[in-house]
């Protein structure tokens, strides 16, 4: 069977998958999937809270410049903020688009997740789990301590690194678990975009403590994922699915050899040609169960093509979804707002988006979605309308803004939940594990290439 059509076939040489619905209503491990919630909220809270930090870094080393719009006829000048009845009449840009920090934060993400399938199989999941949670402590430490822009960006990309070897990792991880787990994860990476940018809302908007002190706070965050990976997961593989389960056959090796001891020399005989059955059916029940072998490089590279159905959707929808974060939102400022600087009203864009990523991302447990292909549309169509408010200051009041972005916030996550649960049910289970880990790579190259471009764009729209 070619290696294309084994991907989503269940005639394959793996077992079916079980029935989904009956797997999310009777988790066969409630320990589990409370693991991975946790480990979804933690590994993704280093990486986010240096987004919702974004502004505030770049403000710490660049002094601000303001850009006034052209007293031309606009539709914006049609219209007056419900809150104070004056006109918005100006930008407030820093010098840098915040998608240089976007860049910087997943720069080093997607070099990991791309040179990963190389080596993953080869290196334990400890080692490589303990690396990532390193990683994320450490860059709190170096953006807190930092005195230079260029220190503050490398602090960035090790929480970048850190985050993109543990979602590799925790998405390959959870195909040796109930597919319960994945909701369990799914909705973890929501609920941490909800605190990290609620955490640092209250941080310092309501607390008034400074962005370094923050991250000083957030190393907690870390320790708690360590804990979680250790003392609560029921178990961790030491060995990857392809390598030979040692432990038990040479178990097996013991006892044959025992109960062999008073036979005649034919038995014998009959008895190693039984241990090397045993070895042959012991191998073979958990390569249908869980992988028959070590994928080659050849075989990999023919697996790409039957994933891209999943892959191209979840990159279209991450490009333009950060392409607003990182973009645009900096730059739909209301300046007539007593309530809310220029600072707030960023913090906020971020928590509200964050609420949308948790509502959807947890969805999976209550519904799916069958066409993938739905989501980057609708997400392209909210990036034109945030591109044109940005663009003309057309939108009167804020809450529609806010709005747009919770919207926004659900389609990144029904994407991100919906994409990798359905993997987990439409794939052969042999090439799962592979394939989890292959595919978050659509998601970082969508953030790249919008790091990218969003640093002309927001260079663009300051001058217009």
Not at 121 to 134: D, P, Q, R, W
Not at 247 to 269: A, F, K
Request: net charge neutral.
């Amino acid at each position: 069977m070619d290696q294309g059509d084994a991907v989503n076939s269940n005639n394959g040489s793996c077992l079916p998958n079980d029935n989904a619905a009956i797997l999310i209503k009777q988790p066969k491990t409630k320990r589990d999937v409370v693991a991975f919630f946790l480990l979804g909220l933690c590994n993704n809270f280093c990486y986010g809270i240096m987004l919702s930090a974004a502004f505030d870094i770049l403000s710490e080393f660049d002094k601000k410049y303001t850009t006034t719009i052209s007293p031309v006829l606009t539709t914006a000048s049609l219209y007056t903020n419900i809150t104070t009845s004056e006109p918005l009449n100006y930008k407030d840009c820093n010098k840098v688009s915040t998608g240089a920090v976007l860049l910087a934060d997943i720069f080093p993400s997607l070099f990991a997740k791309t040179t990963l399938p190389l080596y993953f199989e080869y290196v334990s999941y400890n080692l490589m789990i303990s690396i990532s949670i390193s990683l994320g402590a450490a860059s709190l430490l170096i953006v807190s301590y930092s005195n230079t822009l260029a220190l503050s960006l490398i602090g960035v990309g090790c929480a970048s690194a850190g985050t993109g070897i543990g979602e590799f990792l925790f998405l390959s991880l959870s195909s040796y678990f109930d597919k319960s787990v994945i909701v369990g994860y799914s909705t973890g990476t929501g609920v941490s975009g909800v605190l990290y940018a609620l955490a640092y809302v209250l941080l310092t908007s309501v607390l008034g403590l400074s962005p370094r002190q923050s991250m000083l706070i957030v190393l907690v965050v870390p320790a708690v994922s360590f804990i979680v990976y250790y003392l609560l997961l029921s178990h961790r593989p030491s060995n990857k699915k392809h390598q030979k389960p040692k432990d038990e056959l040479g178990e097996s090796l013991i006892n044959n050899i025992i109960n062999s001891s008073q036979t005649s020399l034919q038995e014998s005989v009959n008895v190693i040609d039984d241990i090397t059955q045993s070895e042959d059916k012991v191998n073979g029940s958990l390569a249908s169960k869980k992988g028959p072998h070590r994928l080659t490089a050849k075989e990999k590279i023919k697996l790409v093509k039957p994933l891209t159905k999943y892959m191209v959707p979840l990159g279209v929808v991450y490009l333009a979804e950060y392409l607003i974060n990182q973009g645009i939102v900096e730059l739909i400022y209301f300046p007539t707002l007593t309530w809310m600087n220029h600072d707030d009203q960023y913090r906020w864009y971020q928590l509200v988006y964050q609420v949308g990523v948790f509502v959807s991302r947890s969805s999976i447990a209550v519904f799916t979605i069958k066409h993938l292909w739905v989501l980057p549309i609708l997400q392209c169509a909210a990036f034109v309308f945030l591109l044109t408010v940005a663009m003309y200051h057309y939108i009167p009041s804020i809450w529609i803004i806010f709005v747009t972005i919770a919207f926004e916030g659900l389609l990144g996550g029904f994407a991100f939940a919906n994409t990798f649960y359905k993997i987990l049910i439409e794939v052969e289970e042999c090439y799962q594990e592979f394939a989890m880990g292959l595919t978050s790579i659509a998601s970082s190259l969508g953030i790249t290439i919008s790091g990218l471009v969003s640093i002309p764009l927001h260079n663009a729209l300051c001058k217009s």
